[in-house]
């Protein structure tokens, strides 16, 4: 079965970080442009970090840069999103997507004191 499952989320305070790993099974990732997206209450699905291959750069969306970092662990077969200094506007829905093969089913991340 073809699936990426993300996992990682939780409730944190501003300030804090947290790193959302996001496992495939049935492919592998590793010749696949991987991304994070995020979702809030009432806004539109945005792209948050993109990985464009194992071997190329990355890409992120201007309101995360300098504070959260995609990377990829081949051996595991799992991509992760480390999020620092996180801020309350950060809270959504993260989900995990590999291009033309699966989205995940999301993982809440709430920054809130």
């Known amino acids: 079965q073809v699936q990426v499952v993300e996992s990682g989320g939780g409730l944190v305070q501003p300030g804090g970080s947290l790193r959302l790993p996001c496992a495939a099974s049935g492919f592998t990732f590793s010749a696949r442009a991987v991304s994070w997206y995020r979702q809030a209450p009432g806004k539109e699905r945005g792209l948050v970090a993109r990985?464009?291959?194992?071997?190329?750069?990355?890409n992120y969306a201007d309101s995360v840069k300098g504070r959260f970092t995609i990377s990829r662990d081949n051996a595991k077969n799992t991509v992760y999103l480390q999020m620092n200094s996180l801020k309350p506007e950060d809270t959504a829905v993260y989900y995990c997507y590999a291009s033309g093969i699966a989205w995940g089913q999301g993982t809440q991340v709430t920054v809130s004191s």
């Open positions: 990985s464009v291959s194992a071997y190329s750069s990355t």
